[in-house]
C-alpha cells in the first residue's frame, strides 16, 4: 500500500473511528456519575460487568477495613463472622468513597464540558435527557437519544481520545470554544434533518450523519459542496432604520403576548384626534427552548433586524438573492466588523429564529386613510411573521467553504409597513463602524463590540437620526413661518427652538434603561458612558455630528447634548 493510498484510507475511516469511540465514551460518562446503575446498564453489553464491578468495589472496602483493624479480610467478607464494628466500618468506608466519587464527577473533565455548554441556547427542540441503554457496540439506531448538548460532550470526546471524561483536568479556552461549535452546528444540523424539529428525530442515526459530514472523505466533501447554492457577500452602502410605532411598541413591555390592543401610531394634536392601530404580537416557540426577554424585543435585536432589512434593500438593488449568512449580519450591524465570534453568530441566529417565531397582526386601515397612503374604501393589514427565512447550507461564492446562511423568502413587513409612511431612517454606511481616534483621525483600528456595545451604538446612531430629521422639518417649519411673516407683521419673531419638538440631550440613564443595562456597576457604567463619547468622537470625525456637550448635574455626568 502507498502512502497516498495509506493517507486516504485513513481519511475514509476517520467518521468510522469516532463511532467506534462513542460506546466507550458513553461507558466512560456512565461510570462516572453512577457506577453501579452503569454496570446494570451495561451488563448484557459487556458480559458480567456488573459482578466484576461490584465484587471488586466489595473486595476494595474489606480491604480497607481489614488495615485499620489488622483482622483477617476473609473474616470481615463473611457477613455471619463480621463483628458490629466492622460492619459499621464498611458502611463508612462506602459513604466516604460516594462522597469521593461525587468529588471526582464535579471536578471532571465531562461537568466542565456540560458546564460550558450550560448557558448556551439552542434552536433545536430538544427531545430531553434520556439514555442510550442499548446494544453498546452498535448503538442501535432506533434507541432513544440523549439531549443535544450530551451528544456534542460525547462527540467531542470521541474525536479526542486523548481526553478522558473522566480527567481531572479542566478544558483548554481552545478546547471549550470547539465544543461549543461542535454543538451549535450539531443543534442547527438537528434543525435541518427533522424539518424545524416538527417530526420526530432518527435517532441516534442523526449524530451519526452528522460526524460523516464533520470527517468526509475528499471525495465526499467534494460531493455535498458541489451541490449545495452558492451564496454572495453583501455589503451594504446604507444602514435603514425602521422608527414607526410598531417597531418602537415591539421594544415595549408587555407588548408580546398581551393580547390584542390599540396600538398609538398618531398622538392628538390640535384639532387631530389620536389615531390607532388594532395590533396582537404573538410569540409561539412551539417545541424550542427559545424565549422572548420581558414579553419585548432588546435594542441588540432591534439592530440585528436592522442590519437584515438593510442587507435586504442592497441585496433587492444589486438584484441579488437574499442569502444572508450570520457574518454578513454581523457586518451590516452597528461597530460590526469583517468576522463575526462564535458567540456573536449565536446571538444572531438565535435572534432569527425568535423573529420567526414572532407572529404580528396588525390593521392599520385608519392610519393609512388619515395619511392619504390608501382611498376611502381600501383596508391595509398585516398578517404574517416579523420575518419568513428559511435556514439551509449554501456554498461561499468567493472561497467554496460551506456556510450556514438564511434565505429571506419575503420583504419583512415592518419594512412595507415603515416604506409606506414613510417613516425609515437611512444613514450612510460609514456611519456604523465605529474606529479608534487618535491624534484628531479615526485610526482604521474598530473599537472591540459586545452584544451591549452594539445595542448602545445603534440607539446613539438612531437618535442622532431622529435629532437631525426633527432639526430639518424644524428648520422647515420656520422657513414656512418667516414667509409668512413678509406679509403679516403682525406675526412675532420665533427662534428655532420655538419650532423644535425634540430634545438633542440623550441622557445615560434613559439609554441604560432603554437598552437593558439597569444593573450596573459604577466601573462598569463609566466604562459604558466613556463608549458613548468614543462612539461619539468617531461621529464627529466622519460628519455625522458637529459635536456634543457633557451634561452635568453636580459632579456627575448625567448625559450628552449632540450638536449640529
Known amino acids: 500500500m502507498t502512502d497516498k493510498t495509506a493517507q486516504k484510507t485513513e481519511e475514509q475511516t476517520a467518521a468510522e473511528t469516532i463511532k467506534r469511540q462513542l460506546p466507550l465514551v458513553q461507558l466512560r460518562m456512565d461510570f462516572l456519575r453512577d457506577p453501579e446503575q452503569a454496570s446494570f446498564k451495561w451488563e448484557q453489553a459487556s458480559g458480567g460487568i456488573y459482578e466484576r464491578w461490584f465484587r471488586g468495589n466489595f473486595d476494595n472496602l474489606v480491604a480497607i477495613v481489614a488495615k485499620a483493624t489488622g483482622a483477617d479480610p476473609a473474616q470481615i467478607a463473611d457477613k455471619d463472622q463480621r463483628t458490629p464494628e466492622q460492619q459499621k466500618l464498611l458502611l463508612e468506608a462506602a459513604a466516604k468513597q460516594q462522597l469521593a466519587r461525587m468529588d471526582a464527577f464535579l471536578k471532571s473533565a465531562y461537568m466542565d464540558a456540560i458546564n460550558t455548554l450550560e448557558p448556551m441556547q439552542g434552536i433545536y427542540p430538544d427531545p430531553g435527557e434520556t439514555d442510550f441503554y442499548t446494544d453498546a457496540e452498535a448503538f442501535n439506531p432506533d434507541s432513544e437519544i440523549v439531549s443535544v448538548k450530551e451528544q456534542a460532550v460525547l462527540y467531542f470526546f470521541a474525536a479526542h481520545d486523548e481526553l478522558k471524561p473522566t480527567g481531572k483536568q479542566p478544558l483548554t479556552e481552545e478546547q471549550k470554544n470547539e465544543l461549543k461549535g461542535i454543538y451549535t452546528r450539531l443543534d442547527a444540523f438537528y434543525m435541518e434533518r427533522t424539518n424545524g424539529g416538527e417530526i420526530d428525530p432518527e435517532g441516534i442515526s442523526i449524530l451519526f450523519a452528522f460526524i460523516e459530514r464533520e470527517n468526509p472523505t475528499p471525495e465526499t466533501a467534494e460531493s455535498i459542496a458541489?451541490?449545495?447554492?452558492?451564496?454572495?457577500?453583501?455589503?451594504?452602502?446604507?444602514?435603514?432604520?425602521?422608527?414607526?410605532?410598531?417597531?418602537?411598541?415591539?421594544?415595549?413591555?408587555?407588548?408580546?403576548?398581551a393580547g390584542a390592543f390599540d396600538m398609538v401610531v398618531a398622538n392628538a394634536k390640535g384639532r387631530r384626534k389620536e389615531i390607532t392601530a388594532y395590533t396582537m404580537i404573538e410569540f409561539d416557540p412551539g417545541e424550542t427552548s427559545i424565549k422572548i426577554t420581558d414579553a419585548k424585543l432588546t435594542e441588540y435585536e432591534r439592530q440585528v433586524s436592522d442590519a437584515i432589512i438593510s442587507l435586504w434593500i442592497t441585496a433587492k438593488e444589486e438584484n441579488l438573492p437574499p442569502v444572508f449568512t450570520p457574518d454578513m449580519i454581523f457586518r451590516a450591524m452597528p461597530g460590526g466588523s469583517d468576522k463575526a465570534s462564535q458567540q456573536q453568530k449565536e446571538a444572531i441566529v438565535t435572534t432569527i429564529e425568535k423573529f420567526r417565531r414572532l407572529h404580528i397582526t396588525v390593521d392599520a386601515t385608519e392610519e393609512m386613510r388619515k395619511r392619504g397612503v390608501i382611498g376611502a374604501n381600501a383596508t391595509f393589514k398585516i398578517d404574517n411573521f416579523y420575518l419568513s427565512a428559511t435556514h439551509a447550507e449554501y456554498k461561499v461564492k468567493n472561497g467554496g467553504q460551506t456556510v450556514n446562511a438564511y434565505q429571506i423568502d419575503a420583504e419583512p413587513i415592518i419594512l412595507t409597513y415603515c416604506n409606506m409612511t414613510k417613516q425609515l431612517l437611512t444613514i450612510p454606511a460609514k456611519y456604523i463602524s465605529v474606529e479608534k481616534i487618535k491624534k484628531g483621525r479615526a485610526s482604521g483600528e474598530l473599537l472591540p463590540m459586545t452584544a451591549p456595545r452594539q445595542a448602545m451604538t445603534g440607539y446613539l446612531l438612531r437618535r442622532i437620526a431622529i435629532m437631525k430629521r426633527d432639526e430639518q422639518e424644524a428648520k422647515e417649519k420656520k422657513r414656512r413661518y418667516d414667509r409668512r411673516r413678509s406679509t403679516d407683521k403682525s406675526l412675532k419673531i420665533k427662534p428655532l427652538e420655538a419650532f423644535r419638538e425634540q430634545s438633542h440631550v440623550i441622557l445615560f440613564a434613559t439609554l441604560f434603561t432603554d437598552i437593558g443595562l439597569t444593573e450596573q456597576s459604577r466601573d462598569r457604567a463609566m466604562e459604558n458612558r466613556n463608549?458613548?463619547?468614543?462612539?461619539?468622537?468617531?461621529?464627529?470625525?466622519?460628519?455625522?455630528?458637529?459635536?456634543?456637550?457633557?451634561?452635568?448635574?453636580?459632579?456627575?455626568?448625567?448625559g450628552v447634548k449632540i450638536l449640529f
Open 226 to 257: 458541489a451541490k449545495l447554492p452558492l451564496v454572495q457577500g453583501i455589503r451594504p452602502t446604507a444602514h435603514t432604520m425602521p422608527n414607526n410605532a410598531l417597531m418602537n411598541t415591539l421594544q415595549q413591555k408587555p407588548a408580546i403576548n
Open 531 to 558: 463608549f458613548v463619547f468614543q462612539v461619539l468622537d468617531y461621529q464627529i470625525i466622519v460628519g455625522n455630528i458637529k459635536g456634543y456637550e457633557k451634561q452635568t448635574k453636580g459632579r456627575s455626568i448625567t
